[in-house]
């Protein structure tokens, strides 16, 4: 037995591994190549899908659902902007100043988390509500806003909603990557520097870069695909890529169309990420280090 | 349905007295209409034609044939369930707590099996587009019966994709049914559906919000609701009615019978611009009633009975001046349904006079069952003052006179006034 | 806190702009901090809220009065309680299945050198990198061509299509595994190979080696991706509406029934959730507490 296994050692990892690629082969890599297959043709439900290289379904739609696609591009690109501004500072205070609170404020951040996203996303219906307590403070209160104003059905909503949503996502691995830091470092920064803001500028942000990396990936990917939000707190002109895919799908059985469409969103996506893992120099994005 | 139906003009169906033969001259749409314009003479019924199966009906029913001993089940066939049953919202009556239906109640009690009912149908299209795949497959959808409009109805029972009604089992039905909605040409021996309830599209308002009664479509593009109107998610509805409401205004020549692509681009243009706005918030489908219950809509494209029964106080249904539109909605039993026998039962079932009397009186719909009328009015005497909610029963002669029904179009048609109104959803 | 101690420390008489300066530069984060936090928990106080409101209509968006009788009823929605069953056995099964699958990959990729580690690195990663809506989209048209030819032939109706129960649970294991890959992998590196070394050298062989020792050392890291697993599965939505035909999850049945009517047993449910998880929180970290304090 022991003989064996050291004849075969080499075979262990891939033995070890068989079952969750095969897997992960069969649910994701097939059905990918099916839907890669399924943009490319033609036809309906009842007259059945012929595959033609109907490449009109690409060139076709990412100009008639351009407005769906630039909503996505720009909902989700603002979604992580926001989440970064927001979560900054706040993964910083927890990171730096947190002191005997910095469990407890952890497991606020992440809290949202214990209870459905979709519940969170209605309550959000709720509160910004044309009879809603938002408006009603802002509106009928403050009167900062007119009596017809509406938040629900506006691009704010909908950006307001997945900011939200992937608030958690852009915080901890800032949290993560500003906690590694070693402090000395930034005393030394602060001794060495003028300012506190030159140092913070000069030694945390760029030690931190992994963080926004990854933080910004793990908001931009599901915000840019996401359609719960653009359905529930979004209007006609807020519609997202990831609503006529979904409606192309399940509403329509629109399978071509729908296939190219999530195809183009996977192009633009990685070519997101990679044009930003450029920008940031950061080339962390497997993290396998073995 | 590869071909359009021929049209004829409503008008001069409506004009003279309806007859059994006049209808099964007309053609489908005709047929609805007119249908309608036979609801209000309906507390005394016209001759009634020679039932083909004694009803099951017993009691004191006002159905010209109730002497007719209950009939024991026709066939020996036992009843299994769960029924699958998949129906719109708002579309069956509920008990004061709203925790169950009475009527559902009763036939689970008589036969003794248990009805899984859901309300998963918010428009045709969607909801076919999850049984498609499954029928077009030869497998089960997982229902037993559902409910679907005239046009989609239609195609469904074109494509050979429902199982055909013994009928046998459904002596009610024969007997019951209303002649306005025989014979009509996508089922002329109504193999394969009975109706389920008809109604008409038309303007939902909440009084409150808007602060004055509104009469028209035109009100819905009025700028005091701009941010809080929405439209359906549905061609026929939507363009039919902003249609009525252009030709009113002498933008449109046709009626919704007949309009063309051309027509329909016009429509589309003529909401564009208020989608752009913002003045429409949404295009829904039966989903606007959660909208109204929030107070983010004030006014919308809605189906005639649903607020009545579900809901605000205050939230309205008009029949617009410009004209509203007609619909029946149809029962019918996929193929592959693993509980076709206790699907006709339940068609049975609700073609009982004084079952169809109490589903209608609680949702606001006009029912297909000839004589429920009466029985509505027996049990609920009250409504004779109630104008409003009467007129949802039994639509007036003045609205009969302006009603429209949608025709059924090919398929590149459909596909080409679907895109239209994708434009506008921005789907 | 330190960098702040030296900051504001015994400098002498500070002029009024910068004295103002200083106290914004002491209070900005933690009201900022305050104000992330609070907008962070308003959506759940609303749904707490909300969970005791009797709304007049179907609809339970604004506030009417007060009542405990969505309480006193929490499943007695049709539907419901098989949905939140469905939800949990779910999430059980799949957690289990994507867990040894993942530890597996997991152990794999950290204790070996093999021809095509990068490349499987790459190919964990890839999942995780793909929008949901793509994941769920791209099943739906796998389970839907099962039903065609030529897959028809060869895979029985019931397996992949109709949908339900099965492509459920097949969607979830698939995107949970690369979760807990990731999970279990950064717990390995993170320990201390020579413990494995000495057990060897003390004459254990590898099997006894593992069991003894390197999987005490990685089961917390096991357990994290477990729970991870579980929370992703029992919260999915958008692959699963893709996934799952007429078979209900918990989130299905919400989304299903909010257009219809909302009733407050949603936000009840919701509430026990969010207890539930913070009540399992708190007690593993009073647990840990204890441990900690004993060792």
Redesign the interface.
């Known amino acids: 037995m ?1 003989r064996l ?1 050291k004849r075969y050692r ?1 075979a ?3 033995v ?2 068989a ?3 095969a ?2 082969a069969v ?2 890599v ?3 190549v ?2 890669l297959q ?1 943009s490319l043709s033609e036809g309906s439900v009842e007259r ?1 899908f012929t595959f033609t290289w109907d490449v009109a379904n690409y060139t076709d739609n990412v100009v008639r659902f351009g407005e769906n696609f630039q909503n996505s591009v720009i909902f989700g690109g603002l979604a992580t902007v926001f989440c970064f501004l ?1 979560g900054y ?2 993964a ?3 990171a ?2 947190g ?1 005997r609170y910095k ?1 407890l ?1 952890l ?3 992440i ?17 910004l ?1 044309d ?2 307590p938002f408006l009603e403070i802002v509106r009928d209160i403050l009167h900062l806003v007119p009596t017809n104003f509406s938040v629900l059905g506006s691009a704010v909503a909908v950006v307001a909603g997945l900011t ?1 949503e992937f ?2 996502f852009m915080t901890l691995p800032l949290y993560v990557s500003l906690e590694k830091i070693d ?1 000395s470092l ?2 030394a920064a ?1 001794d060495l520097y003028a300012s ?1 803001w030159g140092a913070f500028r000069r030694v945390t942000l760029p030690l931190s870069l992994p963080g926004v990396f990854a933080g910004s ?1 793990l908001v931009f ?2 915000a ?5 939000n653009a359905e529930l707190l979004g209007g006609p002109k807020t519609q997202m890529v ?1 609503n006529v ?2 409606a192309r ?2 509403a329509q059985n629109d ?1 071509p169309t ?2 190219a469409l ?1 195809f183009i ?2 192009a633009a ?1 990685l070519v997101g ?1 990679l044009a930003y893992a450029r920008l940031l120099g950061t080339e962390q ?6 | 349905m590869s071909q359009r139906d021929p049209v004829r003009p409503l008008s001069s169906a409506l004009a003279a007295p309806i007859t059994r033969r006049r209808m099964l001259q007309g053609s489908a749409i005709v047929g609805v209409s007119a249908f309608l314009a036979a609801c209000q003479a309906q507390a005394t019924p016209t001759a009634e034609p020679t039932p083909t199966a004694p009803p099951a009906t017993p009691g004191p029913t006002p159905v010209a044939t109730p002497t007719a001993a209950p009939t024991p089940e026709p066939t020996p066939q036992v009843p299994t369930g769960p029924l699958n049953f998949a129906n719109w ?2 579309y069956i009556d509920l008990n004061e707590e ?2 169950e239906s009475p009527t559902l109640e009763a036939f689970k009690a008589k036969y003794g099996v248990d009805v899984n ?4 149908i ?1 428009d045709n299209e969607s909801f076919v587009a ?1 049984i498609r ?2 029928l ?2 030869g ?4 229902w037993d019966l559902i409910v679907l409009t005239d046009w989609t109805a239609a195609k469904i029972v074109a494509a050979g994709w429902t199982e055909k009604i013994d009928q046998a089992n459904v002596p009610n039905c024969v007997a019951n049914l209303r002649d306005e909605l025989r014979g009509l040409d996508w089922d002329p021996n109504q193999d394969y559906h009975y109706p389920w309830q008809s109604g008409a599209t038309g303007v939902g308002y909440n009084s409150t919000k808007t602060g004055r009664d509104l009469t028209k479509v035109a009100d819905l593009f009025d700028p005091a609701f701009a941010g809080k109107a929405t439209l359906l998610e549905s061609v026929q509805d939507t363009f039919a009615l902003v249609g009525l409401m252009m030709k009113a205004q002498g933008k449109l020549e046709h009626d919704p019978e007949e309009y063309t692509l051309e027509d329909a681009q016009k429509i589309h243009d003529e909401i564009k611009p208020f989608v752009e706005s913002g003045h429409v918030r949404g295009f829904t ?3 606007y ?2 909208d109204f ?3 983010d809509t004030w006014v919308a494209i809605v189906w005639s009975g649903d607020l009545a029964s ?3 106080e205050n939230d309205v249904f008009v029949y617009p001046e410009e004209g509203s539109f007609i619909w029946t909605d149809n029962m019918l039993i996929p193929k592959g349904a693993q509980h076709k026998y206790t699907a006709e039962l339940y068609m049975n079932f609700v073609y009982d006079v004084a079952i169809a009397a109490e589903l209608a009186n609680w949702i606001y719909y006009i029912s297909p069952v000839k004589g429920a009328g009466d029985k509505i009015l027996e049990l609920d005497p009250s409504l004779a003052d109630d104008p409003y909610l009467a007129s949802l029963l039994f639509p007036p002669p003045e609205v009969a006179a302006k009603q429209h029904t949608f025709v059924a179009q090919t398929q590149d048609e459909e596909n080409a006034f679907n895109d239209l109104l994708f434009d506008l959803t921005g789907q | ?4 101690a ?2 504001t420390g015994t400098r002498r008489g500070p002029s009024v702009p910068q004295r103002t300066a200083r106290v914004l530069g002491r209070w900005t ?2 009201v ?2 305050a104000v ?2 609070g ?6 106080a ?2 707490i809220v ?1 969970s005791f409101n009797d ?5 339970n ?2 506030w009417a009065e007060f009542s405990l009788a969505a309480w006193a009823n929490p499943i ?1 929605r ?2 419901l309680a098989l949905a939140l069953q469905t939800s949990l056995t779910i999430a059980f099964v799949s957690t289990i299945a994507a867990t040894a ?2 530890t ?2 997991a ?8 021809r095509g ?2 490349a ?8 995780m ?7 769920g ?6 389970f ?2 099962t ?2 030819e030529p897959f ?1 032939s060869f895979i029985p ?1 019931g397996v992949f ?2 949908l339900g129960w099965n492509t459920i649970l ?2 979830h ?2 995107f949970n ?2 979760y807990v ?2 999970t279990v ?1 950064a717990r390995i ?1 993170g320990f201390d190979r020579h413990l494995e070394e000495a057990a060897m050298d003390l004459g254990a ?2 099997w006894v080696t593992f069991w003894k020792v390197t999987f005490p050392l990685i089961l917390p890291g096991i357990l994290a991706a477990a729970l991870l697993a579980f ?1 992703l599965s029992i ?1 999915d ?2 692959i699963t ?2 996934a799952s ?2 078979t209900n999850t ?2 299905v049945w ?3 029934t ?5 009733p407050p047993q ?2 009840v449910i ?2 026990i ?2 207890g539930t ?2 009540g399992l ?1 708190l007690l593993s ?1 009073l647990l840990q507490r204890r441990g900690s304090a004993r060792a």
Do not use: C
Not at chain 1, 111 to 126: Q, Y
Not at chain 1, 224 to 228: K, L, N, S
Not at chain 2, 139 to 142: H, P
């Open positions: 022991g296994i080499w262990i990892p891939y070890l591994m079952p969750g690629i897997w992960l649910f994701f097939v059905p990918n099916r839907m399924m059945g927001v500072p706040l910083y205070t927890i730096f100043r002191g469990n404020l497991f606020l951040v809290s949202p988390f214990f209870t459905s996203f979709l519940i969170r996303t209605i309550s959000w219906k709720i509160i509500g009879d809603g939200y608030l958690p402090r930034i005393e602060n506190r990936l990917i599901p840019i695909g996401d359609y719960v990831g895919i979904q799908f399940l399978y729908a296939a999530a969103l996977m996506i990420i994005l497997t993290g396998g280090r073995a | 919202p708002a709203e925790t009912y859901v309300e998963d918010q999850t795949p499954q077009q497959a497998l089960d959808t997982g489908g039966n989903e009633l959660q219950g929030s107070g579900s809901g605000g | 806190m330190s960098a702040l030296v900051a984060l933690p900022f901090t992330a936090v907008y962070l928990l308003l959506p759940i609303v749904m909300f709304p007049p209509g179907k609809f968006f604004v007695g049709p539907g699958l993942g597996l990959i152990l794999a990729l950290t204790r070996y050198r093999f580690h990068g499987t690195n790459l190919f964990i990663f890839i999942p990198a793909t929008p949901e809506i793509v994941l989209a791209s099943l739906l048209t796998l839907v061509a039903a065609q028809k109706a299509f109709p097949i969607a294991i698939m595994i690369s890959v990731v992998r590196q062989n590898e929370s919260d939505f958008i509406n893709f035909g007429l918990f989130p919400i989304w299903g909010i257009r219809n009517n909302m949603v936000n919701g509430t959730i969010f998880a913070v929180v970290t």
